[in-house]
């Protein structure tokens, strides 16, 4: 019982001594300010005025930059300065025309049948986008699979330059024969700046060695080209 008792008085007193904090603190008081604060009725925020809308043909410009000078237009200077860059050649050049296909597809089938009359083997092998810029492997053509072996293969292909570059043959029999050249062919492509409407001529001059001819769709490229290698000289 006297324990109880004791208990009873001890939390009495811890109870007072908070009250007696609680005081000292003023939180009541402050806690009526914040309602009382709460309750008053809100001013009517002013009217944001309405922006005057543009003359016609007058540029919207922000009005931290409205009283800046104007900026240089970048692309203009550099026309002025005769820049060759990416947005330049694909304003110019924006992918062949069927004519553009249709010759250097020509000049590819006429180069192959002089090598078939000397009885070597080679095919012609027309470039599209995704195969000349984003494919790691070429397939080969169903016609030349009599002249392939049945197992895979390390090859060399050489471009007209002499210049050796080292793939794979893969011979794949899943679902068909599938034959094709990969693990060289996407540093190939980029190397040679394969395009799309390009044909390529790989002549079979060994068993695992191709002499490769390029022959390009777009008309301005052997130009562009012979700019390039002045400019180097110089």
């Known amino acids: 019982m006297a324990e109880s008792n004791s208990y009873e008085e001890q939390r009495r007193r811890q109870i007072e001594e908070n009250r007696r904090k609680l005081e000292e603190l003023r939180l009541h008081h402050l806690s009526a300010a914040v309602r009382e604060a709460a309750a008053r009725p809100k001013p009517n925020p002013k009217p944001r005025p309405k922006r005057k809308a543009p003359e016609p043909g007058q540029l919207r410009r922000s009005g931290r930059v409205a009283g800046l000078p104007e900026q240089p237009s970048y692309l203009e200077g550099a026309g002025q300065r005769d820049y060759r860059g990416v947005y330049e050649a694909y304003a110019v050049w924006k992918g062949p025309t069927d004519e ?3 010759g250097a597809l020509a000049k590819a089938e006429e180069l192959q049948r002089r090598i078939h009359r000397i009885r070597c083997p080679a095919f012609v092998k027309p470039m599209t986008h995704s195969l000349a810029m984003n494919a790691v492997q070429m397939l080969i053509p169903k016609d030349f699979l009599k002249y392939l072996p049945a197992h895979d293969e390390a090859v060399v292909v ?16 899943q679902g068909g024969k599938h034959y094709y050249l990969d693990k060289g062919w996407k540093g190939f492509a980029f190397d040679h700046d394969l395009a799309d409407g390009d044909c390529l001529v790989f002549h079979m001059t060994e068993r695992a060695k191709f002499k490769v001819y390029i022959f390009r769709a777009n008309p301005d490229y052997e130009s562009d080209q012979t700019s390039d290698d002045s400019e180097d000289e110089e």
């Open 100 to 102: 553009e296909r249709a």
């Open 158 to 173: 050489v471009d007209e330059a002499d210049d050796e570059f080292h793939m794979m043959y893969n011979a794949h029999r």
